[in-house]
């Protein structure tokens, strides 16, 4: 009775998924300084645990992580954040959840000097989630280029603009993009991610018009045959 009651506690909640939470760029769209993405990094990992996540199953990852000791994140690149999934999978038995915050191109996201493609990301999330209920959140320009390279049944993909669009909110004096801003507006209305993403695309295109942006970004949302089911709410 013990095991089972302990395995439906791990199945009806977050606390035993694997989630990587990424800062891939350290400019602000002008090619400044600035802070936007890993503010995103900080404080999207904070709501996460906040709505049941274990932070130690939390992974941060940073191009400068030096800079911010008290975060402890590691330094962005594939390899370490394969790595650090698969890791991450292997001591968990529920889902995965991957948010990448960074600047975008019609080819990929940013990583550092590098750009992630979609198909490395697939594989990537492919080899150690498997068909665990997978989510992949990814704020940056052209990210619906990622889309249908990770559609599955079992996964939920955000992402903050279509893939011919580019995102905003990543000036010098900007805290978060806007995507990751309504993410963290959002969260504590939701009750689940569902709700959440509908949240976000709403927050998305309320404050794209006040600022005069356009064309609009126009996140996505795709979610998958069977990943529903697997998403408890968090309240």
Not at 76 to 88: C, V, Y
Not at 193 to 209: D, P, W, Y
Request: proline share 7%; glycine share 8%.
């Amino acid at each position: 009775m013990l095991a089972l009651g302990s395995a439906y506690a791990r199945a009806a909640n977050y606390s035993d998924w694997a989630v990587i939470v990424v800062a891939g760029d350290w400019h602000a769209h002008d090619g400044s300084p600035s802070e936007i993405f890993d503010n995103a990094r900080r404080d999207v990992s904070a709501a996460l645990a906040k709505i049941g996540f274990d932070p130690s199953n939390i992974v941060q990852f940073s191009v400068r992580p030096p800079r911010y000791p008290a975060t402890h994140p590691f330094h962005a690149d594939s390899g370490s954040i394969a790595d650090t999934l698969w890791n991450l999978s292997d001591r968990t038995h529920g889902g995965c959840l991957l948010y990448f915050s960074s600047h975008g191109a019609p080819s990929g996201l940013v990583l550092g000097e590098n750009i992630l493609t979609p198909v490395r990301l697939d594989n990537m999330v492919s080899n150690a989630c498997e068909d665990r209920p997978t989510i992949v959140v990814i704020s940056a320009c052209y990210s619906g280029v990622f889309l249908r390279p990770l559609e599955g049944p079992n996964r939920m993909i955000l992402t903050a603009a279509r893939a011919d669009r580019t995102s905003f909110g990543c000036g010098a004096t900007n805290k978060y993009p806007y995507f990751d801003e309504c993410f963290l507006s959002s969260i504590d209305n939701s009750s689940d991610f569902r709700g959440l993403a509908l949240r976000i695309r709403q927050c998305v295109a309320k404050t794209e018009r006040a600022t005069g942006m356009s064309p609009p970004s126009e996140p996505q949302i795709f979610m998958g045959s069977t990943i529903a089911a697997r998403l408890p709410a968090w309240r």
